[in-house]
């Protein structure tokens, strides 16, 4: 089974030095938490905002890539988690056929913003990540930590 | 310089990436090029750490756990049966310099407008030759950069290791 997210949000992590990207799903009843790098934060970021750089960034980069040979993203899923390493599949179409791609969430969730596509997730992965990390995560933190964020 | 079809052929010097140079105080990396025609003069651009590190990666052909940006973009060539062709360093204004990244698919080329490290990142994963125009090249900037790309780097040596 698989589950239609959508981005809420990021947050920084002060313990890992580290973004976290909050995906959602539509009734808001399950969290999905993906630790993501500074650059793809940013890149995710300005996706949200749809903020145009003066240049393409990477991942506009890549959407130029796939528009000028005209392929298209159909869906991003965020398909496993095996010790903090996280699996996306990105699904696209070119020139009539399906293609199946491997990559990080991250990129996935890049793309799929600049692309209008679907986000998916796997109910295992929802289920794993947030019984484990964001429980021991959330346990972790102090009230000093929230200051962070805003500074 | 190698053969190529383009009609520009005669106006494009093609360049090797030398080395990225660590710029510990800021959040970007310095790539050096130099031309493979043998001349010793050398092309600089500034690119952001992420970048800069993808492209250390490509030299070292080092391989991650999982797929970065750039290994990325090639996996979609290489699902889709796209090459990356060449990439040209094609113009410069206010010290930013603009990239074309070329592809070809069935005898057909296709560009695309890119940053430089985009472009070279995955020009270096895709065995792509790498050039820029005589007039960009002219128009690079930096003078005596080798004096000082060589104080850069002694100057990190001593700090990075902290």
């Known amino acids: ?151 | 310089m190698p053969e190529h079809t383009s009609h520009t052929a005669g106006t494009l010097i093609g360049l090797t990436v030398d080395r990225v140079v660590e710029d510990s105080n800021t959040d970007t990396r310095i790539l050096v090029l130099s031309r493979i025609d043998g001349g010793t003069e050398l092309f600089t651009v500034w690119v952001g750490a992420a970048e800069g590190e993808s492209i250390r990666r490509a030299l070292d052909t080092s391989v991650t756990p999982r797929p970065m940006s750039h290994d990325l973009i090639k996996s979609f060539g290489e699902h889709f049966g796209v090459k990356t062709e060449r990439v040209v360093l094609t113009d410069v204004k206010s010290s930013t310099y603009f990239a074309t990244v070329y592809l070809e698919s069935n005898g057909v080329t296709r560009t695309i407008d890119a940053r430089p490290s985009d472009a070279i990142a995955l020009a270096l994963r895709c065995q792509a030759p790498i050039y820029v125009t005589q007039d960009v090249w002219k128009r690079r900037s930096g003078q005596n950069l080798d004096a000082w790309l060589s104080k850069l780097d002694t100057k990190n040596i001593g700090t990075q290791e902290v």
């Open chain 1, 1 to 151: 089974m698989i589950t239609q997210m959508q981005v809420k949000g990021l947050m920084f992590d002060p313990y890992n030095n580290a973004y976290i990207v909050i995906l959602r799903d539509e009734d808001q009843s399950e969290m999905l938490p993906i630790w993501v790098g500074k650059s793809e934060a940013s890149s995710i970021s300005l996706a949200l905002e749809s903020v145009a750089p003066p240049r393409p960034m990477t991942h506009d980069f890549m959407k130029a890539y796939l528009d000028a040979i005209n392929a298209k993203v159909i869906s991003v899923v965020i398909t496993d988690l095996n010790e903090n390493t996280y699996y996306a599949k990105i699904h696209l179409t070119y020139e009539d056929s399906e293609y199946t791609v491997d990559s990080r969430p991250s990129d996935a969730i890049a793309l799929a913003l600049r692309s209008q596509a679907p986000i998916f997730a796997n109910e295992s992965v929802i289920r794993k990540q947030t019984s484990e990390e964001l429980d021991q995560w959330l346990e972790n933190l102090k009230p000093e930590d929230f200051g962070k964020l805003d500074s």
